[in-house]
């Protein structure tokens, strides 16, 4: 199972909100020999770390492919681009943000990709629509439930739209 988070906290006069910037991430994909599978809700939470930002509206998707984890990276990275994300800072405002949060239990760290994502863990952003998708996940490496990262995030504030 390959799961990416989705996520954005900039509107551009392109995508007239976060959810359209996010649904047309995932158009796109599709266009790259990506398949969705399953799709979550949207949900809204404050920006991580806590700063002036506005509120994000995240999901995660479900997805096959016959792409590596690497080419799959280039890929996100190349519609991020396409779609107007600007690196400025760590952390700034995006348009679009996507990760790869899981590909299919690999265990990996090199100097573009760590799988699965190393903060995963720490996001109810990323949680809770994992969550709603595959309730029984468990994180590939630690193999701790998705039930007990949640109750470790409960204090972050996260709404279902």
Sequence with gaps: MIIIAIGSNLISSKYRSSIDACEASI???????ITLVDKSSWYKSEP???SSQPNFING?????????????????KAIETQMGRIRSTKNAN??????????NDEITETNLLTLPHPRLADRAFVLMP??????????????????????????????KI
């Design 60 to 76: 995660v998707i479900l997805i096959n492919t016959i792409l590596n984890s690497h080419e799959l990276l280039i890929k996100l």
């Design 48 to 50: 991580i770390p806590v």
């Design 27 to 33: 158009d796109m994909m599709l266009d790259h020999k």
């Design 130 to 159: 994992i969550s709603e998708l595959v309730p029984d996940w468990r994180h590939p490496l630690s193999n701790i439930s998705i039930n007990t990262m949640l109750k470790q995030v409960k204090e972050q504030r996260i709404t």
């Design 94 to 103: 995006r348009i679009i943000d996507l990760d790869i949060i899981s590909y």
